[in-house]
T-cell receptor, first 111, second 115 residues
Framework: KQEVTQIPAALSVPEGENLVLNCSFTDSAIYNLQWFRQDPGKGLTSLLL?????REQTSGRLNASLDKSSGRSTLYIAASQPGDSATYLCAVEGSGYALNFGKGTSLLVTP | SAVISQKPSRDICQRGTSLTIQCQVD?????MFWYRQQPGQSLTLIAT?????????ESGFVIDKFPISRPNLTFSTLTVSNMSPEDSSIYLCSVGGAPGANVLTFGAGSRLTVL
């Protein structure tokens, strides 16, 4: 059974810092890995999708990497802003369409 | 990407009652999924809602407790039956295309509190 772990569980940083969120998974047989952002009352927003054949994806200040063989992904956020405060979820898609989610990293960026 | 509307956004329910959550999509989609997020936990897939046939349930979830309907390609409902406080969760509807190919879109979720 796929297990997805996210570290740290919570993170507080001052505005402007660069930060890294970590995700690990136990079964490397995945189709893709996605990073989501969850805001209270607003559901989940997909940030980046990395196919199993890719090593990284970038969108604005966000960069996600994938090392499938070691079962790891990182989400790098550059020049963090208070608006980045949210819970960040990592999810991997394996066989049968299901997404397996980590518990998330709760990020607080202080002005 | 598809826009998903979920109703209700939140509700407080009494033990032993049932509640139906609706998920409406603004375009036809192949795949619709229902997830549960218990307090402090990750999202867990309940079932895949199949159009015109019974839903496919994940291990630990059964049709009697979580009956699902999918009458067409834009709408689905999830019922949480005979609720107990342990059912207090956020329930999310999600839609996507072919497995491994498309980004999944999620609704805002329905936060249920069972007293």
């Amino acid at each position: 059974k796929q297990e997805v772990t996210q570290i740290p569980a919570a993170l507080s940083v001052p505005e402007g810092e660069n930060l890294v969120l970590n995700c690990s998974f136990t079964d490397s047989a995945i189709y893709n890995l996605q990073w989501f952002r969850q805001d209270p009352g607003k559901g989940l927003t997909s940030l980046l999708l990395i196919q199993s054949s890719q090593r990284e994806q970038t969108s604005g200040r966000l960069n996600a990497s994938l090392d499938k063989s070691s079962g790891r992904s990182t989400l790098y956020i550059a020049a963090s802003q208070p608006g980045d405060s949210a819970t960040y979820l990592c999810a991997v898609e394996g066989s049968g369409y299901a997404l397996n989610f980590g518990k998330g990293t709760s990020l607080l960026v202080t002005p | 990407s598809a826009v998903i509307s979920q109703k209700p956004s939140r509700d407080i329910c009494q033990r032993g009652t049932s509640l139906t959550i609706q998920c409406q999509v603004d375009s036809q989609v192949t795949m619709m999924f229902w997830y549960r997020q218990q307090p402090g936990q990750s999202l867990t897939l309940i079932a895949t809602a199949n159009q015109g046939s019974e839903a496919t349930y994940e291990s630990g979830f059964v049709i009697d407790k979580f009956p699902i309907s999918r009458p067409n390609l834009t709408f689905s409902t999830l019922t949480v039956s005979n609720m107990s406080p342990e059912d207090s969760s956020i329930y999310l509807c999600s839609v996507g295309g072919a497995p491994g190919a498309n980004v999944l879109t999620f609704g805002a979720g329905s936060r249920l509190t069972v007293l």
